[in-house]
């Protein structure tokens, strides 16, 4: 293991303490009962006085990973009402730098050039996930971009007609290309992102969103990882 790659897991332990612990309000002591780590070395980790070691790092992420999963987090942080949910508290570091790991993680082995996602409210899940894989981000907008050829889709979304569009050139023939939404109603709009990709040639090789409604049951060519249910 390169030394930078280790230095990343240690990085990810930190960043998931932190994260964790703020987003749930945690103590040094809940935190010490599930790590087993005294909790004076916890608050070290936590301010940066200290770093793990790649071992201990990694069992922190997996440990803090299996007793609060991301989908008992959100269930925690999000408000569901009878017609609206609202996402306000998902709009913050904590949970981006959280998301992007635990997408890291699961789809280590899959190949990604570009990330993908539609404006507006998906961008900053997509933004941390580009940052993390290291590759491009690319927005598919409701309006052309002038002066250049653009690739479209239209699909019509509730009583109306909803129109992506995506400048040729910002997706190639040999791009591996990864969609991130936020939350799925009925997957027109992962589908729509997916037949842009196909527009220029490239492949979609994964996909994920944070939520997506019961009822959904679209299905892809690509794997969809969905963390909560609602």
């Given at each position: 293991?390169?030394r930078?790659?280790r230095?990343?897991?240690?990085m ?11 987003l ?7 935190l010490s009962?599930?790590l ?13 006085d200290?770093m ?6 990694e ?7 299996r ?14 009402y009878?017609?609206y ?8 570091p904590d ?10 993680r699961?789809?280590?082995?899959v190949r990604v ?7 507006v409210d998906?961008i900053?899940?997509a933004v941390a ?8 981000l690319?927005?598919a ?13 239209s699909?019509i979304?509730?009583n109306?007609?909803v ?7 910002l997706?190639?023939?040999?791009d591996a290309?990864?969609i ?10 992962i589908?729509a ?5 196909a527009?220029?040639g490239?492949?979609v090789?994964?996909?994920?969103a944070?939520?997506a409604?019961?009822?959904?049951n679209e ?6 990882d969905?963390?909560l249910?609602?």
């Amino acid at each position: 293991m390169e030394r930078l790659d280790r230095v990343r897991i240690q990085m990810d332990g930190v960043y998931v303490l932190r994260s964790v612990k703020r987003l749930l309000g945690l103590t040094y002591k809940e935190l010490s009962a599930v790590l087993g780590i005294p909790e004076s070395v916890l608050s070290r980790y936590n301010t940066g006085d200290m770093m793990p070691s790649v071992e201990t790092a990694e069992e922190i992420i997996t440990r803090l990973f299996r007793e609060y999963p991301l989908d008992k987090i959100l269930s925690k942080i999000i408000k569901i009402y009878e017609t609206y949910v609202d996402l306000t508290n998902i709009y913050t570091p904590d949970l981006w730098t959280l998301y992007s790991i635990y997408i890291s993680r699961k789809f280590n082995n899959v190949r990604v050039t570009k990330v993908l996602t539609a404006a507006v409210d998906g961008i900053p899940l997509a933004v941390a996930v580009a940052y993390r894989f290291g590759v491009p981000l690319v927005i598919a907008k409701q309006y052309k971009e002038p002066g250049v050829k653009n690739l479209e889709v239209s699909y019509i979304k509730g009583n109306r007609v909803v129109s992506l569009y995506v400048a040729q050139g910002l997706l190639g023939e040999d791009d591996a290309i990864f969609i991130i939404d936020d939350i799925v109603r009925t997957g027109k709009t992962i589908k729509a992102l997916a037949e842009l990709a196909a527009m220029a040639g490239s492949r979609v090789t994964a996909g994920a969103a944070l939520m997506a409604f019961r009822d959904f049951n679209e299905r892809f060519e690509f794997p969809l990882d969905i963390v909560l249910y609602i």
